[in-house]
């Protein structure tokens, strides 16, 4: 079991808080397509404020602990752990609650790579306390908007969790899952438990479009954002997000491990 102590240092040192990989332009960057509604990065979030650069800078600073100060321009930025921490006992909250009722289930990453994992240990712990993890539109094709064009995925599935793969069979060379923003993906899968008479989920755990483009339809979502997403915590911030842990989305799966653990155990979920 970590402690609170113990997690915040390891933030820290696997970069996953403190000084973050995201650059600053980055970040601004995003803020900036954000308020002229860039559909690449509202997610699926459709705002109900109309929010500028400034405000996304203030609301950022706000949730994050990036540097509020509109002249910083270039560098690094930065996540305050504290932040992090409190995210993770709201997320850890939600998740309880959601095993407590025996609600059923969906959880998807935009980051197969590097979260699989983290979500794959919530589905267990999920699944052993009764919840139904489910996993619609398997197999189904998804024709995404990408930097290089219109470009067809499939949407599919690993220890309960969903991601989006190139077309053809797994394996043979190809990455198990890509790098996605969509919120095509769960607007999919949510299509097609609804098309087959099955459950819809009452929790959606995940990230990037998943979180968003759940949560504007009015299905309680939880998830993971990095700095330079700033539609999760819009929506949080609105009302259609129901917790948010600032944290970089980007290091080695590895890292997360320790942050599985804290939020099963404050979930009352550890086995």
Known sequence: MWSTGALRAHLLAAGLAGTVATPREEN?????????????????????RGWDEAGLLRLMADRCGVSGDPGHRSGPDVIDPERTLRGLDAFAARLGAAAARRVPVLLGTGHPHRLLGFYAALADALSAAGCLVLTPAQGRCVDITTRFGVRTYVLDYARGVAFVREPGPPGGGRAPGAHSHSPLPVRAALESAAD????????????????CGAGQLGIEAIGLADTDDPALFVGEAEGQV???????DGVCSASYLPLTRYVLNRACLSR
Do not use: Q
């Open 242 to 248: 129901s917790a948010v842990v600032p944290l970089d």
């Open 196 to 211: 087959s008479g099955g459950p819809l989920p009452e929790l959606v755990v995940g990230d990037h479009g998943w979180v």
């Open 28 to 48: 601004l960057r995003s803020y900036r397509l954000f308020a002229a509604r860039d559909p690449r990065v509202l997610l699926g979030l459709d705002p109900v």
